[in-house]
């Protein structure tokens, strides 16, 4: 199943870190006896604050994850790949895990990247202000 994440899609989460985002979703689901397997392929970009500067701009990611259903009763907390499923369920709601799985492809340091020129592409003004910062703290 392909489907696409959009803006809409991160306004379901309270305190979501992503507004904005163009994200396709693959899910790929293998059924056995015991269990099912969902591979969930991402890739798109969402709009991130620079981690240098605070200007946003819109992070490209692309990653590959699989989650294990199980049917029963289980506690999911303690295995962060597995969503337990009752035997009475006859659908999985994979959005909870979409979402962190699309915050867990974003690079710890986010930070603009630099042009074909190799110029940073963080806000010149802000740059600016902060050197002035360290300068003062350095001067102290």
Not at 38 to 45: K, N, Y
Not at 54 to 62: P, R, V
Not at 101 to 110: A, D, E, G, M, W
Not at 122 to 140: A, F
Request: proline residues 3%.
């Amino acid at each position: 199943m392909d489907f696409e994440v959009d803006d809409s899609f991160f306004t379901f989460f309270d305190e979501s870190e992503i507004t904005r985002g163009d994200v396709q979703v693959s899910v790929q689901m293998i059924k056995s006896e015991r269990q099912l397997q969902f591979d969930i392929h991402l890739e798109g970009t969402v709009e991130v604050l620079c981690d240098r500067c605070l200007d946003s701009f819109d992070q490209d990611l692309e990653s590959d994850f699989t989650l294990y259903g199980k049917f029963g009763e289980g506690n999911s907390a303690e295995e962060l790949d597995v969503v337990w499923i009752p035997r009475s369920d006859h659908e999985v709601d994979l959005s909870g895990y979409i979402y962190e799985f699309i915050i867990l492809s974003l690079p710890i340091k986010r930070i603009h990247p630099e042009d074909e020129d190799g110029n940073s592409g963080c806000d010149p003004d802000m740059l600016d202000k902060l050197s002035e910062i360290v300068l003062i703290t350095d001067d102290e």
